[in-house]
């Protein structure tokens, strides 16, 4: 299996939970007034990898003293919604209105678990209620390691209009967090790397990459042989140099921050039946901090992971509800 072992920002207990915490506000969440929300999952996802089973069992949300929890049983197949495209978990789902300081996911992901226990592979559809990848080498359980006391947290709370609705999704980056260790096999491990942004925040981009780059020839700096270029496209804040994800091969500089979000290079036959390669990232927040829009980014090509192409990446500006294009000619 060649899966790559990267550096991970964060990672879920073994509840399993994703928390996502921060500063929401004073306000709380009580009171007679009610609002909805809406939840869905999208993934920007890893190589080498047919199917990315995560095995969603509840959503807990936390207003002041107050905890809210809503059973799911989702096992959602991640490299199905990629892009633009998210899974639902939750659809107009009813909360007191008001300030929330974190929601967290539950998942079924044990070591040494069942996930993918008799799995034939025949669809895309996700079989059995624990978490699985499925890999040229086989069939793996997926196990999300229990060191992490409070989950990964995200710094910024979130509100739920009273009357109203709010509508987020949570972005996993499997690049970033899908490892085979040494010692857990025939174990894969997950420790998400992931975003949750509010829809009405982000925007898109997408553009393509010429043939040359997305079928060169490059050498595997660890082994020193070629290998086909696993074409990908990381998106950086804007004004940093690129990190690369295999630290074991180029060290990271720490001074400089992870991608944002990544995204595979994607192979279409179009209307003149001629191959094409084209990216699409989703759900890049178009909002700073400080409310202002758009937000700049730098975006590169890369075959490996570890040299980038510029080097400095391309300057793009994204734009809420809007569709930028950065091609790699």
Known sequence: ????????????????FLTV?????????SGDA??????????????????????????????????????LADNVNLLDFQGENAAPLLFNYELPGG??????LGVTANLMGGGGLGNDDTTSACQGDESYIVTPDGVFNLYVPSSAKTGLKLVGGFTVPAGGSANFTAEFDLMKSVTAPNGLSPDVVLRPTIRLVNNVEVGTLTGEVSTGLATAIVTDLATETDMACAPSVYVFADGVMPNPIDSDTVPADPNNPDAIA????????????ETEYHYTVGYLLA????????VNYNVAFTCDGTTFEPVDGKPVEIFVNELATVDFP
């Open 1 to 16: 299996m060649k899966i790559q072992n990267t550096r991970c920002v964060s990672f879920m207990s073994a509840a399993v």
């Open 21 to 29: 915490a921060g500063c929401g506000g004073s306000g709380s969440g």
């Open 34 to 71: 009610t609002g909805r929300i809406s939840l869905g999952v999208s993934d920007g996802p890893v190589h080498e990898a047919s199917k990315v089973c995560v095995a969603f069992n509840e959503v807990e949300f936390k207003s002041g003293s107050d905890s809210i929890v809503a059973d």
């Open 99 to 104: 300030d929330y300081q974190w929601m967290r």
């Open 262 to 273: 990544t995204a595979m290079v994607n192979a279409q036959v179009n209307e003149l039946e």
């Open 287 to 294: 909002v700073d901090d400080q409310g202002n829009t758009p």
